[in-house]
Structure formats: C-alpha cells, structure tokens
C-alpha cells in the first residue's frame, strides 16, 4: 500500500531526483548506441535512454519493494546494452528496426528473468553482504561521482574511465576553465551546505537548483554548457514504431538471440538494484523487500523494453538524491517518471537551460555524502581481514567496475569467514562447540535463582554464538524483542567468541536505540576479541561505562541490587 504522509517530500524529492536523472538518461542512452556509426544514432539513444528512464521508474517504484528507490539506465547496464546494440548493427548490416527489436527483446527478457528472480525468492541472499564489501561499495561510487563531475564543474566534458579522469584533468585545466561554470557549481555546493542551517524545511538541493539557474539565465550564461534541447514525443511499442520494418524479421532467432543478453542484463541489474536498496535502507533506517523489488524492476524493464527503451536498475546516485531530498515513499519514484514523461512530452524548455556545473555541484555533494568515513577512520581498530576487504572492493569499485568489486569482496569475505569459522569450531568453549543462534528464550543455569524483584527490574538478553555478518538479521531480531519498558537491560557476552565490524556497528546501534528508549545497558563476561573491537570502536567505555561491564553474572546482578539499596534511581 502506497503512503500518502510524505507527499511535500516525495514531490521535492521526485523532481530533485527528475532532474539529475534527465542528463544521465541522456547520456546513457547515447552511450548505449555508441557503436552505431550514423548521424541518427545520437537522438535515437537520448529517446531510448529517456524511454527507459521514464517507464522503469514509474513501474518499478509503483510494484517494487524498496520505498524510496529511484530506477533507471546505470553504467553497468549500459555496457552490456551498448555490446547487445553494436553487436546487432554489424550482424544486420545497419539496420535501425534490427538494433531496435534485438534491445527490446532483452529488455523484455531482463525482466521476464528479474520476476522469476523474485517469485523464487533469490532477493533475499543480498543480506549476506558483509559490511566491509557495502562500505567499500559505497565509498567507491561516491568518489566516482565526485571525480566525475569535478570535470563539468570547470565547463569540461568527463572521461568515461576513472583513471582518464585522473590523469587528463590537468590537461584539462590547461586548456581553459569556465569561471563563470565554476562559480556555479561553487555557489550550488555553498547553498546545499548552508541552507540547512536556517531551514530544512525544503530540500536545500532543489532551491539551490532553482537560484543557480535563475542566476544563470540573468547573467546569459553559455547554452553550450546547459542541459539544452532534448528530444521529445510520445512513447510507441516497436511493433507499431514508425520506422521499424517487422517484415523481415525472423523472431525465432530474435528471441534466440536475446535470452543470454537478457539473462546477464537481469543478473546485473538485479545486484545493481539490491545493493542500492540496502544503500537506501542505511539512509533511511528502512528495511526494503527485496524479492518484491525484483519484481517491480521486473515489470519496469518489460515495458521500457516494448517501447524501446533501455534497460536500466535501481540507481543508488538518484536514490540519494531522492532522500536527502525529502523522497520517503513510491510516490516519489513515481513523481520522478512523470517529470521525465512531461520532458519527453515536450516541456523539455523548462529544463533546457539548467547548467550542467549545477548539477554537479549537486551530485559532489550527494558524492561526499555516502563516503563511508567512519569506516576507513576505523580501518586500524577492525579485525584486519574486514580491513582488507573493504579497501579492495573500493579501489576495484573505483578503478575496475562496481559488480567485479562486489563479486571478489564477497569471494573474500566469504574465504575469510570460512577460516574464523574453522578457528572458532577448533577451538571450542568450555569443552563444546559454540552453538550456531541466539538463544533468546531459556534461562542459564545461574539465573534460575534470581530474587523476585531482580527479575521484575532487569531483561535479560543471552547472545549465544558469534556476533558477524552472516548472523546479523539473527541479532537484530532478537534485540528488536526487547521490551519497550524495560528499564535495565544484561546483555550476556558469555558465549560470543568472535565479534567482526558489521556485528561490532549492530551491537552500537542496538544499544543506542535502547539508550533512547531510556534504558540502561550492562554486559557480563566479554571475551577478548569481541571485548577488543568493542572498546577500538569505542562502543565500551563511550556508549556502556566499564563500571556498567562485569566478570561475571553474579556481580553485575549485585551491583544492580546493591545500587537499588542505597536509593539509587534504577532507570
């Protein structure tokens, strides 16, 4: 069900998000019919990319599963659609109605393969994503986007490749900067920067949008550094496009020729889509449903594939840009579609005069915003394997492409697990094996005598087994039945062996929500490594006092009666 309580919000948020996604969809799209050598194949690809845009975003957002995801044409995608395009331009001997049929039947079959992606139920594999290959992830893409829009930020155009834009940026500044392009990039970020200090009651990026531009218009700022005329009309299915010949078409081999296409574009996507939903659930302290969300990229891609659009994935860029916006809900992803349906149906004027150096300012900002800082701050404080994790999967996220990164991070993750599990079994606890969940229900041993009016003031929570990625929906689970009017809450560490850094930010962020609830945390018998990373995190003595930390079970029910005896206020 659709709500309807953020509607100022998904608006600002929808037309923020809109707006910086019209250029992408633009440049996508040409780049997607890069490889086609004909004076067509510009304006084309800007439809198609525009097209893809348009119904993805709205059909995704309306049947998906992540509230505030904003879906599109991504640089992944585009890749493997540019392959498909050139591939099928040679083979036809340069037939337009060939290339435009061999697109839409993989994105047909890319989303044919997304929905049965959701209806087994493999969306849910994506919470196995160790935390060190999502920092990673997310840190990489926010350098991306910041080098990349360093270039349109001095009225220059960007290389594609990360490592052009590193070493062509001082021949760049060489050949002449555009001032008056950077003052207005600069004057964007300032207003971001600023404006939520007086008020944040409006997107700060959509106002600074809007006065840029303005400013831009008064000062005749250069058209050729503006988003400019785009192409209009309304979309049409390929059988019934104007300019596809159906005549000579052999579907057979079409249909043949699409499904492997299809297949990898929906492989990508759906990683692409997923890990962007857990960007946005970071954000927005939201939990999305991932198998639904497959399924609404499903349909989305369907129908961008029939009217000849591209296909495309969640974008974790323009999600961003839709939270930090004010987008809460699908509605906002929707408002996003129907902006760029209102340029494709000719209100491309409205926009046209937007610099581009604006939106870069914009996207530095929403850039610097998801760089995970407190991850590399405490790279030196982390078991040394996350560690090494996380800054592989960010040079590779940065230097190679985004699914490679992940796909060896997690084959690293996994290798290193594999080894801490093998430790941890070997070496047993107390003459047994530590057991595999947290056990939530049954008291030990020595709490079977408690004093009636211990067990009325105190909860206590048992973590049997190790606190890490693989385990983290488990403790979250188990730490979200706390009650709610529970004033005093033991967390016993006894049989927790091994504590990594996803399970290290779970435990902080549980124990902060129960601090603001009002109640208060001790912990009993921390072993030393998940003792070590607690107190390198500074989750013990900063957020749990080491008075609040005891040996044994006994003394900290003790302390706690004792207290309770000298007239101390138990909450």
């Known amino acids: 069900m659709i709500k309807t309580n953020n509607i100022k919000g998904d608006i600002f948020g929808g037309v923020t998000a809109g707006i910086v996604a019209l250029p992408l ?3 996508f799209g040409i780049q997607a019919f ?3 050598n004909d004076p067509a194949a510009p304006s084309l690809g800007a439809l198609a990319g525009l097209i893809g845009a348009t119904l993805l975003g709205f059909f995704a957002a309306l049947f998906g599963g992540t509230h505030s995801q904003i879906s599109g044409p991504t640089g992944p995608m585009t890749v493997i659609t540019a392959s498909l395009i050139s591939a099928a331009w040679t083979a036809s001997s340069g037939s337009f109605s060939t290339v435009l049929i061999s697109m839409a039947m993989a994105g047909i079959f890319c989303g044919l393969f997304q929905i049965l992606f959701g209806l087994i139920r493999i969306g849910k594999y994506v919470r196995y994503i160790p935390y060190p290959v999502l920092s990673g992830f997310m840190s990489g893409i926010g350098v991306i986007i910041i080098l990349q829009q360093i270039y349109p930020m001095i009225g220059k155009k960007s290389p594609v490749a990360t490592i052009d834009m590193i070493i062509n940026f001082p021949g760049a500044c060489a050949d002449g900067v555009s001032l008056m392009a950077l003052i207005m990039g600069l004057g964007t970020i300032a207003i971001i920067i600023s404006l939520p200090r007086i008020t944040k009651k409006v997107p700060a990026t ?3 949008l809007i006065v840029m531009t303005i400013i831009s218009i008064l000062c005749s700022f250069d058209a050729a550094l503006t988003i400019g005329n785009i192409p209009s009309g309304l979309p049409m299915p390929f059988f019934a496009k104007e300019g596809i010949d159906l005549s000579g078409i052999n579907w057979f081999t079409a249909i043949e020729a699409a499904i492997v296409p299809g297949l990898t574009l929906a492989g990508l996507g759906s990683i692409d889509t ?15 449903n991932p198998n639904q969300e497959l399924i609404g990229q499903g349909i989305g891609n369907c129908l961008a594939g029939v009217f000849c659009g591209i296909a495309g994935a969640g974008a974790t860029m323009r999600t961003v840009v839709n939270v930090k916006s004010g987008g809460r809900t699908q509605i906002s992803g929707m408002v996003h579609a129907l902006f760029l349906l209102a340029i494709l149906l000719g209100l491309g004027s409205l926009v046209k ?3 581009l150096s604006v939106l870069a300012g914009i996207l530095i900002t929403v850039g610097w915003g998801i760089i995970d800082f407190r991850g590399f701050k405490d790279l030196t404080h982390v ?3 996350d560690a090494f994790v996380l800054v592989v999967v960010f040079l590779m996220t940065v230097f190679v492409d985004l699914l490679t990164a992940v796909g060896i991070g997690m084959v690293i993750a996994c290798f290193l697990f594999m080894m801490r599990a093998g430790e941890i079994i070997e070496n047993q606890y107390g003459g047994r094996t530590l057991a595999d969940e947290f056990d939530k229900n049954e008291p030990w041993e020595d709490e079977k005598d408690l004093p009636e009016d211990v067990i009325k ?5 048992r973590l049997n087994g190790p606190v890490f990625f693989g385990s983290i929906t488990g403790f979250n689970h188990v730490m979200h039945d706390i009650p709610t009017d529970a004033k005093i809450v033991i967390i016993r560490m006894k049989r927790v062996s091994f504590m990594d850094q996803s399970g290290a930010y779970a435990m902080e962020t549980a ?10 945390v001790f912990m009993t018998i921390i072993q030393p490594q998940p003792d070590a990373i607690m107190h390198k995190t500074h989750i013990i003595p900063t957020l749990v006092p080491r008075k609040h930390t005891f040996k044994t079970f006994h003394e900290c029910i003790l302390y706690i009666k004792e207290r309770g005896s000298a007239g101390t206020d138990i909450a």
């Open 25 to 27: 969809a633009l440049a």
């Open 457 to 461: 003031q105190v909860y206590i929570q």
């Open 34 to 36: 890069g490889g086609i």
């Open 274 to 288: 997923l890990l962007t939903s857990v960007v946005a659930d970071n954000i927005t302290k939201t939990k999305h």
């Open 353 to 355: 005069y937007v610099p």
């Open 206 to 208: 959509l106002i600074a």
């Open 383 to 385: 078991p040394k394997a």
């Open 511 to 520: 124990i902060k929500d129960m601090q603001a609830k009002g109640i208060e």
